[in-house]
């Protein structure tokens, strides 16, 4: 199921029953893995993996680049497991060296 209202990028893979929210902003080469619902006005974006039954609460940001200061644009990523949550406002960046 997904949201009238969502955004979902052409490069992104979605896995069977996920479910999108409202306003949720889904760009970059993302792949999202089975039976993971996504809240609300979140935005997952990057070079990322998100594996399967996890639950993303509203107003995540997953996926942005790193805060490192000692990034400087290379190639970064970011691999999520099966069965996580994150509650609301979380952050999660892609890595660094």
């Not at 490192?68 to 890595?95: A, P, Q, W």
Request: aromatic content about 8%.
């Amino acid at each position: 199921m997904i949201h009238e209202t969502a955004i979902i990028g052409k490069n992104v893979k979605l896995g069977i029953e996920v479910e999108i929210g409202p306003f949720v902003y889904i760009d970059g080469d993302v792949t999202i893995g089975d039976n993971t619902k996504i809240h609300s006005s979140s935005m997952i974006t990057g070079n990322t993996i998100i594996g399967k039954n996890n639950i993303i609460f509203p107003f995540c940001s997953i996926g942005s680049i790193p805060q490192d200061l000692k990034y400087y644009g290379e190639d970064s990523y970011l691999m999520i497991g099966d069965s996580n949550v994150f509650r609301e406002h979380c952050t999660v960046n892609s890595g660094t060296e």
